[in-house]
């Protein structure tokens, strides 16, 4: 999931650079949420992997 958060990033960059607004916006917003839903998920797993350790 953080690979195509990175994916969506680099196209929202290349997109930016070349003046596609639209498309670099929209990229810009999925990387994020893709981003914030690994951070929720990597943060979930420890948790629980804690947990059950004990």
Known sequence: MLYWALVF????????????GGIASASSGIAQILFFLFIVLFAASLILGLVRRR
């Open 9 to 20: 990033f680099v196209i929202a960059l290349v997109a930016g650079a070349l003046g596609f």
